[in-house]
Each structure stands twice: as structure tokens, then as C-alpha cells.
């Protein structure tokens, strides 16, 4: 035990951060395989939904070619994979982790608020990447691949989808006493969210007022930039070039950032970090 | 809140606690406290609960802003500053918890990815003695073990300070021991410690100074001798006349006593004699214990279960908090790490 002879190693603060929360997160990833009932939520449900989904009905509409399906495959793997694996599964680990007391310690030490609430999303978003990549090869092996006119899009879409998934979440916890108690808690949020999220067409056909107000849902500018990035697909079914697909993006993008800031805003008011019991 | 490391040497105390305030809403649970611990040193804070301790401590430990006066921590503001200071300080809080589906390893490698400067984790689960249990889960651990993991993580990152509130509560008393062995070698090694505990022994055994607390405030401190030394030695017996029948006396039939402050000066200090036992408290145990033994020769008195004996800092300890009315602030008042700061 050194007082002032050793010298703390230099790192910048984003390496030390990222080394903080790499370390969360392998901890996290741990506890995720060990826990049976999570790691089923997280990975074999989305799949089996789709899947299931695929088989009986008609993804993209009835008489789409086998791009459009796939496509929509691709847009309703990603829908369940924020809601399943990203909502659900990291509101219980908020909850488990808070009501463990393990987020009281975590205050004590060198971690910033931000990077303990960072660190439980990274395997979630990494089994939903996993997922979609999955899922991409999937297609691509058995149906027609969609044309990839944009990926850069898709990545948005992602990323923006797990940013606002997450912060509800975050607030989510807050509003939940115990693990189990998040089944009842996440539901009204899932069920706002999922009926809007416009995976089960193509764009385009439904519009009208619901679709115009569906829009402006947390999830349906996930699922928007997703036909934009894979197939070029625009809200109203016009098939657009790359160049085309960057200022269709721009309403998405900013409905995706007006939830962020909701998010962000639910999860300052909610979130707590003491336990509930 | 720049993440500048405090490497440069810093000479003044480890923590220094002026007048500072916590309030929860309309309860003051810290009311103007100072308190200063030099490099080194290990300070005990002692108190009923309630006292405020587990408050104080928080605002060292930089997990919430003072409502008043001014706390630093090697010569930083620990709330304000807190990237600075915290990779120098350890916290072992009263009850932080785990993840219970990690091993002790897991858990430990965890806090360890945490840390600007960690000690080999093997290195510290060997000093808490729970090596052999590395590969357990959290969950099948006992109570004592689950604390020692506590005191293991809280030295995992070198610090300079140590804050440990009450450390060994639920350890049986060779985990007790053990404990006190660490402690003992962390301070050998310059680490400076600020703890709390209920235990009397733990702090006349550990401790360079103690602070008493009652009600938010400090009510004496100093070293242990210093806290026994302002406390009278007690007399104690029960008369009996040469016959061996019982006596019963007013405190006025006793003799004039040196150390011993008359009834009608200090009511509350003055001998008393209830059910026939007289109980004296003296600040001249020698010189009074000779005269009142002188006193009964004379009278041919028998002074049955005679007890003469220094202050303890037990009895130090009951009266002050008698003297406090300690008993109002057992509320059992909790206190949260985030009590009062926002997500």
C-alpha cells in the first residue's frame, strides 16, 4: 500500500473508461449465461418468434418477392431483439443489480453513473447484432438477400434503437420493485411500442393516419431505417438510390433522437439506484 | 470533475471535516461536526445508532454533497472532485451487496477492471483468507465471509484512505481478529483509516484517536486514554454496621471526599445510596478510596462488595450518551448512498 510513491498509470479517461466498463461487462456476460431464464428470453425468442412468424404469415405482405420478405425478416429480428433482449432483459438486470445492492457499491468505486448503466447493455446489444447477423445469413442462404442499399442506415438504426430501448429501460427500473415484478412493468411500454413498430408490412401499406401517427412511435424509425438501409425502401414504398436514401433518413433520425432525449429525461426522473425493498 | 490524478505529494490531514452539515428534509443528521484524520492515523467514530456516523462517513467518502461547511479529502472537495479523489480512497460500506452468481474470483476480477491502480486480487482474497473459497459464488457464502469479501474489495485499489463502517459487525470473533490483524497491517504500511463500529474493544484496540457522536454532533474526542480520562473512577459499596446488619446512609453521612463533587453543587455527579448501596464517582480514585476505607475503620462499618475502579471507555461511552438522552435518537434511521442526488 503506496501513499504517494506510486504513481496512478497515465491512460486517457476514455481508455480507463472503456477499460471500466469492459470489465462490467464481462461480469455481465457472465451473469447473463448463468442465469437459464435470460439467456432463453434473450436468444431463442426473437428467433422463434420470427421464425415462427415467417412460417404462417406472409413477412413484407402477401405476394412480396423474397427480398422484401427478407427485409422484413431482417427489420422484425431487430424489433424483437430491443424489446426481448434489450427492454426486458436489461430492466431485470437493473432491477436485480440495484435491489442486490451491487449499484451502492459500484457508486463507491472509480465508475461513472454512466459507465455502470453502460455496462449490462453491451451483451445485449451484442446478441442483438449477433442476431441480426444470424438472421442476415439466413436469408441470404434461403431466400433472395435484400440489396444492402445503404448499411451505413442500418447501423443508425441499431444503434439508435438500443440508445432509446436502453433508457427506457433504465427508467423502467425504477418503476419496478422486484425482478419479477418487470413482466407487468415493461408490458404497457411493449404494448405501446409493438403495434406501431410497422414490422409485419412493407412500407407504404398501410398509410393513412395511423400509419402517419405510427411514425412518431419509438420504433417505427428503427424499423423505417432498416428498409431504407437494407432493401431502399422509403416510408411510402417508393424504392430509393443510395443517394436518395440520406435525406429520407433525416425523419427518422430525428424522431429516434426526440425519444433519446425522452429517454433521457424518464430515466433521470425514475432511475433508482437504492434498493426498492 | 477533470480526471486528474492527485500524485503530486500532499502533506496536510487525509481528511479534514469542518462544520459540516447533512440534512434528509427536516432532520439535521449531521449538525456541525469537525473532524480531522492525519496520514496514518486511524480514527474511530463511535455512536448510538442514529448518532449520524453512517452520514458523516458518506460525506467522506464523497457519495453525497455537505448542506453546510466544508469536507476535503487529501485537500479535495470529495463530491465535487470525485474522479480525483476516489481512485485514493477504499470504501466499505455497511451494507453494500454482490451479484450472488458470481464466484469470489468473478466478483473480485471485476472490481479489480474497475481500478486505477489494483493490487493483485489472489494477493488481497489471501489477506481476507478467503483464497480457498475463490471459486464459490457469492450466494453459498456465509455472513462473515460475505464481509470480509467487503473489506477485500475495499483494499483491492491501494487506497490511501480507508473508510470502513463498522467493519465487523456479524463476524464471529476470530474473524474479528483476523480483521483487526488487517487493519493493523494496512496502517504499518501508511494507510490512513476512518472507521465506525458499535464495538467498544474494536476501537480501544485499534484506534489513535476516537469521536464520540451523539445526535449529529461530536460530543468528545481525542485518544482513548484522553475520552477515559475525562470520566471519574467509581467507589462502590454497601455499609453494613459491625454487626454485620445492613446500614443505610445519606449521601450527607459519607465524608468530605477530594474527588468527588457534593450533592449540592452537581446533583447528577454527587454520590448516591439507593437500596442501601452507596456509589461515589471521583476524580481522585487513590486519595478517595484511602479515605473512605479510613472513614469506615473509624465508624466500624463493613463495606460489603467494595468495587473501586477507573473509567472504562464503555462507561465513558454510556455517559455521554446518557448525558445526551440517546435513547430519542434511536430511530434507526437508514441512510442512502444517493440520498438527495439525481440519476
Redesign the interface.
Known sequence: ????T?????RS?AV?GG??I???A??ET??LV??RTALMNAILLPLAFVGAFAMVADPGGAGADEATTATAVLAMLVVMGLLFVVYYNLTTAYV??RE???L????????T?GEILLAPAVPAAAVVVAQVLVGLAAVTALLDPPGLVNPLLVVVGLLGGLAVIGLFA?ATS?LSRTVESVQLTTLPLVVVMLPFAGMFTAPGANDGVFGQIARFTPLRPVVELCWLGLAGTDASGRTLTLAETFPAAAVPVAVLAAWAVVGVLA??R?????PRR | MT?E?T????AGPVVSVREARRRYGAFEAVRGVDLEVG??ELVALLGTNGAGKTSLVELV?G?APADGGQVRVLGRDPYRER?AV??HVG?M?Q????????TVA??A?????????PRPAGEVLDAVGLSHRAQVRVVSLSGGERRRLDLA?A?L????LLVLDEPTTGLDPESRQATWRLVRG?LD???TVLLTTHYLAEAEELADRIAIMDAGRVVRSGTVADVVAAEPARIEFVPHDAGGAPLVLTPDDLPVLAGVPSTGHAPDRGPTAERGRVRLRTERLQEDLTTVLLWARERGLRLHELEARPASLEQAFLALAEAGGAPDHQTGRTT????GT??
Open positions: 500500500m503506496s501513499t504517494s506510486t504513481t496512478p498509470a497515465r479517461p480507463a477499460r471500466r469492459a470489465a462490467l464481462r461480469a457472465t451473469l448463468r442465469n436485480a443489480r442486490d445492492r451491487v451502492q457499491r459500484l457508486l463507491t468505486g472509480e465508475c453513473r433504465v425504477g430515466a433521470r425514475w432511475m433508482r439506484w437504492e | 480526471p490524478p500524485d503530486r505529494p500532499y496520514r496514518g467518502e457519495l474522479r476516489v481512485p470504501v460500506l451494507n453494500a451487496g454482490f451479484s450472488a452468481d458470481l468473478e466478483t476480477r471485476m472490481w479489480a477492471g474497475t481500478l486505477t491502480r474489495l483494499v485499489g491501494r487506497p490511501d494496512l504500511d501508511g494507510v442512502h448512498v444517493t440520498e439525481a440519476a
